[in-house]
């Protein structure tokens, strides 16, 4: 295999390098590592809500909870190859109304919210048409070429908010 070949399939995989790839549970982690400590004292990670049979209705990457609000963190890693196919623009935005439709169910009582976190690369733009949507319902997003900038986005849009201590 020569090094363009590599390259060009480098290119098309997640963002952050093969550090971050496996199952997403390494964007995860990077994305709460670098969460300040006034976040992490109130976060639980890998939430899942099961039917009774046992398969799984959902799973939340992070859900915090500040006072009388729960707020869900979903962590995705995109590439300008996903961001441009409209069939997963369809499914992350009918992810984003299930996730807030089961906190419904774990905290009846609070107030929802969501925040996606899109983990890009550097050529990566993403589409104005899914930020609109996602916002239409009430779903936040913070954007970032790394987690450490995606954190950045996240804190500000808690802090202006007013969802952190």
Do not use: W
Not at 60 to 89: A, M, P, R
Not at 118 to 140: G, H, R, S
Request: hydrophobic residues 35%; aromatic residues 8%.
């Amino acid at each position: 295999m020569t090094s363009v070949t590599y390259k060009s399939i480098y290119n098309n995989i997640l963002p952050g390098g093969r550090i971050y790839q496996k199952a997403g549970s390494r964007l995860e982690n990077a994305i709460y590592k670098n969460l300040p400590e006034i976040l992490k004292q109130n976060i639980s990670r890998n939430h899942k809500i099961k039917k009774s049979n046992g398969d799984i209705l959902v799973e939340y990457d992070l859900l915090y909870q500040y006072k009388n609000h729960i707020i869900s963190f979903e962590i995705k890693g995109i590439n300008s190859n996903v961001i441009n196919n409209e069939n997963y623009q369809d499914k992350l935005f009918s992810q984003a109304k299930r996730q807030i439709k089961y906190l419904d169910l774990i905290a009846p009582d609070k107030k929802k919210l969501c925040i996606f976190c899109l983990i890009t690369d550097n050529n990566t733009v993403i589409n104005p048409k899914l930020i609109i949507e996602l916002n239409k319902v009430n779903i936040m997003i913070g954007i970032g070429n790394t987690p450490a900038n995606c954190v950045k986005q996240i804190y500000s849009i808690l802090t202006k908010n007013k969802l952190l201590n």
